[in-house]
Nanobody, 120 residues
Framework: VHLVESGGGLVQPGGSLRLSCVAS????????MNWYRQTPGKQRELVAA?????????RYGDFVKGRFTGSRDNTKHTVDLQMNNLKPEDTAVYYCNADVHDGSSWHYYWGQGTQVTVSS
């Protein structure tokens, strides 16, 4: 199973970006699909978490404050993260994470990450 993120880049403060993540491979079922982020020297933190098996995002990091919206398409094994009103402190590598059943057992998988830089 592979997770591939896309959509990162350089954006000015107040701007928007849309991240996407697609899961592929030997997928029998996906429980949760989530977004995390990490900056150098800090622990990886939750950005947005989807409901188990559902297509809604039920939990966001406190720093989101209504600026980000997650969406999920279970038929395509994709999740998106629409990020608005970006701030310099949102600069980080953003990772997709999924809890996947490959037909025999459950495993957590991570993507390689996509860099988001918010700077003027």
């Amino acid at each position: 199973v592979h997770l591939v993120e896309s959509g990162g880049g350089l954006v000015q403060p107040g701007g928007s970006l849309r991240l996407s993540c697609v899961a592929s491979g030997n997928i029998f079922s996906i429980n949760s699909m989530n977004w995390y982020r990490q900056t150098p020297g800090k622990q990886r933190e939750l950005v947005a978490a989807s409901s188990s098996g559902g297509n809604t995002f039920t939990r966001y990091g406190d720093f989101v404050k209504g600026r980000f919206t997650g969406s999920r398409d279970n038929t395509k094994h994709t999740v998106d993260l629409q990020m608005n009103n970006l701030k310099p402190e949102d600069t980080a590598v953003y990772y997709c994470n999924a809890d996947v059943h490959d037909g025999s057992s459950w495993h957590y998988y991570w993507g390689q990450g996509t860099q988001v830089t918010v700077s003027s």
